[in-house]
């Protein structure tokens, strides 16, 4: 059960290799937008900082959430998707494969980029480092309750902005706990462990049922 | 005596029980409705609670809070006959689940632009991040996903079914997405805890606000089965007797 898991992941992951500009698009994508902000807002230093780390995360929000698009479309453009049914092989396991390599090619590079965006913010270096903590746990939730939306608008026309209609609002707890812990950061009394309890919660509960649910919409979505 | 709990679960048995019902409802919405609103309006104090006078305006209690409840009531409805559409794949349970999303995201239209009215004459603004505004707010964000999944997939049983699913996994995400918001730090979780203990309010406000709730209860019935009729004549009509009830029904 292991191996289909492993092939999956290395296949999604190869594929995605060798089509590196969607990699790229989405870290831009991410860039972009954190960088259009102080523009509108204006670049005064205490302003930003306080902005900074609810901006960050929204941002991380809209480019995990347009990359999900692509999560199954190819495969189920070409059949794979079909034929990933049909295996008998537990599908949440297929499922939970292809969003692990879906996040490691668009979540962890916006971990990774993350200082350099907090750089534009001005945060200081405690809160860069919790940014990018609550990053790679929150990210990972994003990935996982997006792949449930990405199954069932699996097809439709604008299913892009249908997409981001369903899974907008569920994206909230993350987006709340993954700032906040950010901003407390910035607070020498307040503590950051709370908010990494219950954003790490969230990424056991979503890996524990997102699969599923994400499997159950496919079978729904491809019958 | 055995019961046929799956009797009623042909569109075809439910279509005239549906429509024999609904004046019925609706009767009872009316009156209900028109008793709260001239108890709440002429017989309740102006001013009650000494230490903490409102004025006139917090009157729109009688529809906003009843609002609000059914709001957050007709998407445990949604959920539950989604859940029983996936579990029995029973048509008319998907039937019944679309015919209540439009009136649940209605009465969550009504809460939020309610409570709006409130919020400007004793807040100073129409709007505020209040706990309260903002669940409402995504729970109506809920509504429109679903109905936006459903009205975007042709193939009609796809559309029940994925659409039952997002209903589903909505009211697991439900709790945490409240807990969220009214406890966005955790290191001071106690405000979590809002009293609204009913026994604390005051009868002659409490009574309306129940028969309102009551009334707009009846009148989702109403409602929701008048939609719900017109789903199955557009669904069934291939069928026969959807013919019949056509040709009887049309002048």
């Known amino acids: 059960m292991l191996s289909v898991f492993y092939s999956v992941l290395a296949r999604d992951i190869l594929l995605a290799l060798r089509r590196r500009t969607d990699v790229l698009t989405t870290l831009f994508f991410f860039i972009i937008v954190i960088s259009l902000f102080p523009l509108g807002v204006g670049s005064e230093r205490e302003q930003l900082q306080a902005l900074g780390p609810g901006v960050v995360w929204v941002a991380a929000l809209l480019a995990s959430m347009l990359a999900l698009e692509r999560l199954f479309a190819a495969d189920y453009d070409d059949g794979t998707l079909e034929q990933l049914l049909l295996t008998g092989q537990p599908l949440a396991l297929l499922v939970l494969a292809k969003v692990l390599a879906h996040w490691l090619l668009t979540g962890l590079p916006l971990v990774l980029i993350a200082p350099l965006v907090a750089m534009q913010y001005h945060l200081e270096a405690t809160a860069v480092w919790v940014m990018m903590a609550a990053l790679a746990v929150g990210t990972p939730v994003l990935s996982l309750i997006g792949a449930i939306g990405a199954a069932l608008t699996l097809g439709l026309r604008g299913g892009g902005i249908l997409l981001s209609l369903l899974i907008l609002p569920l994206y909230v707890p993350v987006l709340v706990y993954g700032a906040g812990a950010v901003t407390v950061s910035a607070i020498e009394i307040a503590d950051t462990e709370p908010y990494f309890y219950l954003l790490g919660a969230f990424l056991l509960g979503a890996l524990v049922l997102a699969p599923l649910a994400a499997a159950a919409a496919l079978r729904i979505s491809l019958e | ?251």
């Open chain 2, 1 to 251: 005596m055995t019961i046929n709990w799956f009797k009623f679960a042909s569109p075809a048995a439910f279509y005239p029980i549906a429509g024999r019902l609904i004046p019925w409802f609706g009767g009872i919405a009316a009156v209900l409705v028109l008793i709260a609103l001239y108890w709440g309006f002429f017989e309740t104090a102006d001013r009650l609670g000494g230490s903490n006078p409102q004025k006139e305006y917090y009157r729109i209690i009688f529809v906003h809070v009843p609002a609000a409840w059914m709001s957050m009531w007709l998407y445990l409805v949604l959920a539950g006959w989604s859940a029983v559409g996936l579990v029995f794949n029973t048509r008319l349970s998907f039937m019944m689940a679309k015919a209540v999303a439009p009136t649940g995201a209605i009465f969550t239209f009504l809460a939020l632009w309610t409570g709006a009215l409130w919020g400007r004459p004793s807040w100073g603004t129409y709007w505020d991040w209040d706990p309260r505004l903002t669940s409402e707010l995504l729970l109506f964000f809920l509504y429109i996903g679903y109905i936006a999944l459903h009205s975007a997939i042709d193939d009609m049983r796809r559309a029940d079914r994925a659409a039952a699913l997002l209903a589903i996994v909505g009211l697991v995400m439900v709790p945490v997405i409240y807990l969220s918001i009214n406890c966005p730090d955790p290191n001071q979780c106690a405000a979590l805890h809002q009293r609204s203990d009913p026994g604390s309010i005051h009868p002659s406000i409490l009574i309306p606000m129940l028969t309102m709730t009551l009334g707009l209860w009846s009148y989702s019935f109403a409602a929701v089965f008048a939609r719900l009729r017109n789903i199955i004549l557009s669904r069934e009509s291939d069928n026969a007797w959807v013919r019949d009830v056509v040709a009887k029904e049309a002048v």
